[in-house]
């Protein structure tokens, strides 16, 4: 029986000094991102609707780089005006990435980038 | 005379009355507004440019809705990182329109508006 104990003290303790390393993965709130490409907005919406309601997430990023831009847009306006009316943007951020070359093309493309910041209140 | 007086100071005071009305039109400076719609980004980079080295506007508006919300991100982008850079994106306001229907259809589309705000330092 002691060692039983013993055994699961110990066991106890190894839970305990794993816990240090995996502290930067849970110590930033890791925010939920979606990833916005071709697909219809209400697939995104879908996504933003299920991931706020099955945790107690309170913030979602949307990304969406080139033309994929506009449907994130949609994405969010839909969310917020049709289904979850008390999300707000809080954040907006554009950018540029460099894409390599498509075949056939001898220089990098520049794409323009959108993360819109959805929080609920 | 007192007659005169007494019209004189209810037309002031109709005057200050339709005042509030007029206010937001002229307390709101008239920052300048660029509409992007189909044409390649450099047009309105161009446009962006000629108005905000003209004059000594320091504020200008991208606007933008549907597909050209894309083009308007862009051109945000390439004027900032190639042409002006100390030009800062000072705001960014998401939207949503009612468009008529269009022939055959039966029924209002809604779509996205953006509108970026570019602000020199």
């Given at each position: ?46 996504a ?15 990304k ?38 498509r ?19």
């Amino acid at each position: 029986m002691a060692e039983e104990k013993e055994e699961k003290k110990l066991t106890e303790e190894t839970v305990k000094e794993e816990k240090p390393e995996k502290t930067p993965r849970t110590q930033k709130v890791k925010e939920n991102i979606v990833f916005v490409g071709s697909k219809p907005p209400m697939s995104y919406v879908l996504a933003i609707i299920t991931s706020l309601s099955a945790s107690n997430v309170k913030e979602i990023a949307l990304k969406a780089r080139g033309r994929a831009i506009t449907t994130a847009v949609d994405t969010a306006e839909i969310t917020r005006r049709r289904f979850m009316k008390d999300l707000k943007v809080s954040k907006i951020v554009l950018g540029t990435e460099e894409m390599p070359a498509r075949e056939g093309e001898n220089r990098a493309r520049m794409v323009s980038t959108i993360e819109i910041t959805l929080t609920r209140e």
